[in-house]
C-alpha cells in the first residue's frame, strides 16, 4: 500500500511544478548552446596560445 500512496503523493506533486513554456525553453536552450560554443573556442584558442608558447621555449 505504501506504493500506491507514494505513487499518488508523485503525482500530485507533478501537478504543482510550474513548467517552462516554449518559449523559455528556446531561450534557455540557445543561451546553454551560445554559452558552450563561447567555452569550446576560449578553451581551444587558450590551448593553442599555451602551446605556441611551449615550443617557443622549448
Do not use: C, G, Y
Amino acid at each position: 500500500m505504501h506504493l500506491f500512496r507514494f505513487i499518488k503523493s508523485v503525482n500530485h506533486e507533478m501537478h504543482l511544478v510550474v513548467w517552462p513554456t516554449a518559449r523559455e525553453n528556446r531561450r534557455d536552450t540557445t543561451i546553454v548552446i551560445s554559452l558552450t560554443i563561447f567555452f569550446v573556442l576560449f578553451f581551444a584558442l587558450f590551448d593553442w596560445i599555451i602551446q605556441m608558447l611551449m615550443k617557443l621555449f622549448v
